[in-house]
Nanobody
Framework: QVQLVESGGGLVQAGGSLRLSCAAS????????MGWFRQAPGKERAYVAI???????NYADSVKGRFTISRDNAKNMVYLQMNSLKPEDTAAYYCAAGATWLKVIIGRGDYWGQGTQVTVYS
């Protein structure tokens, strides 16, 4: 069983930056594909980014060029660097993990964190 704990959320002015972290425990981290999702009030959960066990990355069009996903296999950590934040980025951000790339990217990851809130004000 893999446990995921997100941190790093907060309140930031538009144009600012935040770095989210996701700490994983209880599994073989290097074999997992890791993703970030977000859910704004009244909206469905949406895909943000994924980093494969190989290090390959993919981003939603809405964050491409502004967000960067990375991982540190030695520390069992995955990060989401968010730059040029916009009010529409306001959401709860969730870390997800799974053994199958496709399952993670479509939101069917095997493991999920509890989320961290990001609020961007103008």
């Amino acid at each position: 069983q893999v446990q995921l704990v997100e941190s790093g959320g907060g309140l930031v002015q538009a144009g600012g930056s935040l770095r989210l972290s996701c700490a994983a425990s209880g599994g073989t981290f290097r074999n997992l594909h890791m993703g970030w999702f977000r859910q704004a009030p009244g909206k469905e959960r949406a895909y943000v980014a994924i980093i494969a066990s190989s290090g390959t990355t993919n981003y939603a069009d809405s964050v491409k060029g502004r967000f960067t996903i990375s991982r540190d296999n030695a520390k069992n950590m995955v990060y989401l660097q968010m730059n040029s934040l916009k009010p529409e980025d306001t959401a709860a951000y969730y870390c997800a993990a799974g053994a199958t790339w496709l399952k993670v990217i479509i939101g069917r990851g095997d493991y999920w964190g509890q989320g961290t809130q990001v609020t961007v004000y103008s």
